[in-house]
Nanobody, 126 residues
Framework: VQLQASGGGLVQAGGSLRLSCLLS????????IGWFRQAPEKDLEFVGI????????KYGDSVKGRFLISRDNAKNTVYLQMSSLNSEDTAIYYC????????????????????WGQGTQVTVSS
C-alpha cells in the first residue's frame, strides 16, 4: 500500500488550497483515509478522515467548517479542500490509511494508521 500526498504550496491568508492523496496497492473503496498535519515544533494533529466506501467524514475541531474531505473512487484519490486558511494552518500535511474500520471512532489517534504518505508542505502567508 502506498499513499502519495500532493498539492501543497504557498497561499495567502484567507485563501484556499486543495490537497490530493493518491492511494495504490489496495482496493480503494475498502479504505479509511485520514489527514494529519504537523506544524513546526508541534505535535501531529488530526485534520479529518473519510470512509472511501460511502464518503462519511469526520473532522478535527480546528478545521470544522473550513476543510472538506472528498474522494474520487475512479481516480483512487482523496482530496482535502482547505478554505479560509490562516497562519495556524501552516504545516506539513500527511495522508494515511486507518488500519481498520473498527478504529473509526478513534480516528484521531495517529498510532492507528499503518500507512503514511510522504507529506506535503502548506504555508499560509499573512
Amino acid at each position: 500500500v502506498q499513499l502519495q500526498a500532493s498539492g501543497g504550496g504557498l497561499v495567502q491568508a484567507g485563501g484556499s488550497l486543495r490537497l490530493s492523496c493518491l492511494l495504490s496497492g489496495s482496493t480503494f473503496t475498502a479504505n479509511y483515509i485520514g489527514w494529519f498535519r504537523q506544524a513546526p515544533e508541534k505535535d501531529l494533529e488530526f485534520v479529518g478522515i473519510i470512509d472511501s466506501s460511502d464518503g462519511d467524514t469526520k473532522y478535527g475541531d480546528s478545521v470544522k467548517g473550513r476543510f472538506l474531505i472528498s474522494r474520487d473512487n475512479a481516480k483512487n484519490t482523496v482530496y482535502l479542500q482547505m478554505s479560509s486558511l490562516n497562519s495556524e494552518d501552516t504545516a506539513i500535511y500527511y495522508c494515511a490509511r486507518l488500519r481498520d474500520g473498527r478504529d473509526w471512532y478513534q480516528a484521531g489517534r495517529a498510532a492507528l494508521y499503518y500507512y503514511w504518505g510522504q507529506g506535503t508542505q502548506v504555508t499560509v502567508s499573512s
